[in-house]
């Protein structure tokens, strides 16, 4: 029983800014990698930005310089701001983490639920 929540999607115009929260809760352990991945109609699902327990991050090229993660461990939050957004961001956003169950040895992925970005004007 562990849960992955997203808010903070919606509709912006291009130019605009949004800020997406992802909170795990649950049977966790701990947590290592935290991250968003996206996929707009007829395209795969794409890595956006990842983020580790030691806050080493890494980007898509399509986004750097204009998205920033963020974690915050004491609420097992992952956030992703997003500015100067373009119509080709559009896409449903997922947040997933790597986590470790008490109940469980080892560690598996968990996925939200997915929250649609939509810019357009």
């Known amino acids: 029983q562990v849960q992955l929540v997203e808010s903070g999607g919606g509709l912006v115009q291009p130019g605009g800014s949004l800020r997406l929260s992802c909170a795990a809760s649950?049977?966790?352990?701990?947590?290592?990698?935290m991250g968003w991945y996206r996929q707009a109609p007829g395209k795969q699902r794409d890595m956006v930005a990842t983020i580790t327990r030691g806050e080493t991050t890494n980007y898509a090229d399509s986004v750097k310089g204009r998205f920033t993660i963020s974690r915050d461990n004491a609420k097992n939050t992952v956030y992703l701001q997003m500015n100067s957004l373009k119509p080709e961001d559009t896409a449903v956003y997922y947040c997933y983490a790597e986590i470790a169950r008490w109940r469980y040895l080892g560690s598996s992925n968990y996925w939200g639920q997915g929250t649609q970005v939509t810019v357009s004007s």
């Open positions: 649950g049977d966790i352990r701990s947590i290592n990698a």
